[in-house]
């Protein structure tokens, strides 16, 4: 069963202060690993794809990296603004089953 | 305009009506998916559809159905609501390509009393 664990639960950070979320998953052949932003009471908003290990993507103040059994959210010198829960999911190889997702990271950015 | 819109935004109402929820997409995607979100449960899948001629269900089927009336709309509903169907509901679609990112609608908040 395709799985997805994401750490911490909740992590709050002073502005400035850079650190990293973590998503730990198992899939039955990744096909893409999919970081997504939500802010409260609103729809996740897509950030990233990742296809495989060794990849990286920016945006911003973030990036994201793969490896083999687990992906990083890096959030350089965070702000007030990029408070919100950080989803990741992945897609199996197969493609006929929907995105499998992970309970989220809460940030939050204090001034 | 948004890319997918869900309607009403927000509801509330008794144990027992019945409800629908209405989810509307200009993507010209073929997948659209049902979510629910209740806090510190993340997103758990209601029911999801890859083309207009078919149904599946998620890991949390009971107590509702859908319609997927055209490949631009997809609707979920609550046969006869209770109050642990509280949440805020989610459509989303994708294109079912070779990476289905899926895109997200603002949600519908539900209360039922």
């Known amino acids: 069963e395709d799985q997805v664990t994401q750490s911490p639960e909740a992590l709050r950070l002073q502005e400035g202060e850079s650190s990293s979320l973590n998503c730990s998953y198992t899939v039955s052949g990744l096909r893409g690993l999919f970081w997504y932003r939500q802010d409260p009471g609103k729809g996740p908003e897509f950030l990233f794809t990742l296809y495989s290990a060794g990849e990286e993507k920016e945006k911003e103040r973030l990036k994201a990296t793969l490896t083999k059994k687990e992906s990083f959210l890096h959030i350089t010198a965070p702000k007030p603004e990029d408070s919100a829960t950080y989803l990741c999911a992945v897609q199996a190889f197969s493609g006929n089953t929907p995105l499998v997702f992970g309970k989220g990271t809460r940030l939050s950015v204090i001034a | 305009d948004a890319d997918v819109t869900q309607t009403p935004r927000n509801r509330i109402t008794k144990t027992g009506k019945r409800i629908m929820l209405e989810c509307s997409q200009t993507?010209?995607?073929?997948?659209m998916y049902w979510y629910r979100q209740d806090p510190g449960l993340g997103l758990q899948l209601i029911y999801y559809s890859f083309d207009v001629k078919d149904i599946n269900k998620g890991e949390i089927s009971d107590g509702y159905s859908v319609s997927r009336q055209a490949q631009a709309k997809f609707s979920l509903s609550l046969e006869s609501a209770i109050p642990n169907q509280t949440a805020l509901y989610f459509c989303?679609?994708?294109?079912?390509?070779?990476?289905?990112?899926?895109?997200f609608g603002p949600g519908t908040r539900l209360t039922v009393l």
């Open positions: 993507k010209g995607h073929d997948r």
């Open positions: 989303a679609t994708s294109a079912g390509a070779f990476t289905d990112t899926q895109y």
